[in-house]
T-cell receptor, first 114, second 117 residues
């Protein structure tokens, strides 16, 4: 079945430093989604990328979708303590039962040192 | 409502007891999903519904897990004879369209924390 790999697993940064997490799928994706989960919270949808090579920005967050639609990245410029949490990528994967379900990467847990 | 509502927030069960979790999807959303998140943060897909019909149940441990989405009632996920390894956060999510549809957004509830002791 489809696998979504995400690295790094953990990242500790000093406040103000940049942060990047990378996501790779074993299959071509129709789209990729990014979620943020704060400690003890639930996944919150951040963005969806659909087009090959697409780049989207949300304030200090920049999301990219690879040309082959198999990889993606999330880059945060000048991290703040409010960026703390685990960032997950997810892509629709064929479950083998006639439907597609979101397959999540294992997430990158970001810690920001004030 | 504009959010996915899950109850209870916390549930403690002795091993072998039954656990039942509830989820009210966002009004107008046709698809409901259940995911299990264990301590290592990994999300495991359990089951999805299209309205009241099972859409995909490939992730369900069928021996002890069952789920329903009946009209005019919250969806439910039931675990018979819980085991220690069932301890996890169970997230319900809903969306308007099928997962593979571009532009589709999936909204998660706050989760139900199940602890089996």
């Amino acid at each position: 079945g489809q696998q979504v790999m995400q690295i790094p697993q953990y990242q500790h940064v000093q406040e103000g430093e940049d942060f990047t997490t990378y996501c790779n799928s074993s299959t071509t994706l129709s789209n990729i989604q990014w979620y943020k989960q704060r400690p003890g919270g639930h996944p919150v949808f951040l963005i969806q990328l659909v087009k090959s090579g697409e780049v989207k920005k949300q304030k200090r967050l920049t999301f990219q979708f690879g040309e082959a639609k198999k990889n993606s990245s999330l880059h945060i410029t000048a991290t703040q303590t409010t960026d703390v949490g685990t960032y997950f990528c997810a892509g629709p994967g064929y479950s083998g039962a006639g439907s597609y379900q979101l397959t999540f990467g294992k997430g990158t847990k970001l810690s920001v040192i004030p | 409502g504009e959010e996915v509502a899950q109850t209870p927030k916390h549930l403690v069960r002795g091993e072998g007891q039954k656990a039942k979790l509830y989820c009210a999807p966002i009004k107008g959303h046709s698809y409901v999903f259940w995911y299990q998140q264990v301590l290592k943060n990994e999300f495991k897909f359990l089951i999805s519904f299209q309205n009241e019909n099972v859409f995909d149940e490939t992730g369900m441990p069928k021996e002890r897990f069952s789920a329903k989405c009946l009209p005019n009632s919250p969806c439910s996920l039931e675990i018979q004879a819980t085991k220690l390894e069932d301890s996890a956060v169970y997230f319900c999510a809903s969306s308007r369209y099928d997962t593979s549809s571009s532009g589709n957004t999936i909204y998660f509830g706050e989760g139900s924390w199940l602890t089996v002791v």
